[in-house]
């Protein structure tokens, strides 16, 4: 079985469909929230995703966007995006957005949430957070989003370790980085984030779980920064969520 994992595709649809091109064919396709907020193209990808999706779950931004709750703790670009997405989204986007499950929700093969398994909006950023949720782990790979950096973290010997995929930095070319999954180790992977990377890479990030091979491999795929950026601009959202994709900061 192979499961294509995205997370944090926020509104970008350009980044959206370069990766769903790129990754072949699957089997399953996981989404790991924060599919609108950020980007100008809220109800294309919730159309596109919602077809698609076989598993998902809610992200903060998903949250706000849809009325489920307040921007209050967010900056003041992010907010202005999220009250724009809101007012954009059509019923049906706002419905099924709405409906996004709250994580961690299990799969056959690995657990979903948007940030950590212990609570879904917090960030795993760093070997200390992710330790006590790779202690209490029930499942041998728990899969997560919400930081927009691609890797994660293993727990071996009772130590956290962290889990960085070597990539080629072509920026014009897409690249891959393979991990074999050790049977005794357990793991929190992210497949990093489709529309707006900050690990500073611009190229859409996703992975592919194959439960039969025990790999997860990570993937950068080149999409048109320009033509997302420029939807932004369009848009009349804050001059600094078109830039940072230039950049994957
Ligand atoms: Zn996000």
Same mark, same amino acid.
């Not at 003041?76 to 989204?89: I, N, S, Y």
């Given at each position: 079985?192979?499961?294509?994992?995205?997370?944090?595709?926020?509104?970008?649809?350009?980044?959206?469909?370069?990766v769903l091109a790129a990754a072949g064919s699957w089997d399953q396709l996981?989404?790991?929230?924060?599919?609108?907020?950020?980007?100008?193209?809220?109800?294309?990808?919730?159309?596109?995703?919602?077809?698609?999706?076989?598993?998902?779950?809610?992200?903060?931004?998903?949250?706000?966007?849809?009325?489920?709750?307040?921007?209050?703790?967010?900056?003041?670009?992010?907010?202005?995006?999220?009250?724009?997405?809101?007012?954009?989204?059509?019923?049906?986007?706002l419905q099924w957005l709405r409906a996004q499950a709250a994580g961690p929700?299990?799969?056959?093969?690995?657990?979903?949430?948007?940030?950590?398994?212990?609570?879904?909006?917090?960030?795993?950023?760093?070997?200390?957070?992710?330790?006590?949720?790779?202690?209490?782990?029930?499942?041998?790979?728990?899969?997560?989003?919400?930081? *927009?950096?691609?890797?994660?973290?293993?727990?071996?010997?009772?130590?956290?370790?962290?889990?960085?995929?070597?990539?080629?930095?072509?920026?014009? *070319?897409?690249?891959?980085?393979?991990?074999?999954?050790?049977?005794?180790?357990?793991?929190?992977?992210?497949?990093?984030?489709?529309?707006?990377?900050?690990?500073?890479?611009?190229?859409?990030?996703?992975?592919?779980?194959?439960? %039969?091979?025990?790999?997860?491999?990570?993937?950068?795929?080149?999409?048109?920064?320009?033509?997302?950026? %420029?939807?932004?601009?369009?848009?009349?959202?804050?001059?600094?969520?078109?830039?940072?994709?230039?950049?994957?900061?």
């Open positions: 079985m192979r499961a294509l994992i995205v997370s944090d595709i926020h509104g970008n649809l350009e980044a959206l469909e370069a996981w989404n790991l929230g924060d599919t609108v907020g950020y980007g100008a193209s809220p109800n294309e990808v919730v159309q596109r995703i919602c077809r698609l999706a076989t598993a998902g779950v809610r992200g903060n931004h998903d949250k706000v966007c849809c009325g489920l709750a307040d921007p209050l703790m967010f900056n003041p670009a992010a907010r202005e995006a999220a009250l724009w997405t809101r007012a954009q989204l059509s019923p049906d986007s929700l299990p799969t056959a093969s690995a657990v979903l949430t948007h940030g950590s398994p212990l609570h879904e909006d917090q960030y795993l950023l760093s070997t200390r957070e992710a330790w006590l949720p790779l202690q209490q782990a029930q499942v041998s790979c728990t899969l997560f989003g919400h930081t *927009h950096v691609q890797g994660g973290f293993a727990l071996q010997r009772e130590r956290s370790q962290a889990v960085q995929p070597l990539h080629t930095r072509r920026t014009h *070319h897409g690249s891959r980085w393979t991990l074999q999954l050790a049977p005794e180790q357990r793991y929190l992977l992210n497949p990093g984030s489709v529309g707006q990377p900050r690990d500073g890479d611009p190229r859409a990030a996703y992975a592919i779980l194959d439960d %039969g091979a025990g790999t997860v491999t990570f993937y950068r795929e080149p999409y048109d920064v320009d033509l997302a950026g %420029g939807r932004i601009l369009l848009a009349g959202l804050p001059e600094r969520l078109a830039r940072r994709l230039h950049t994957g900061r």
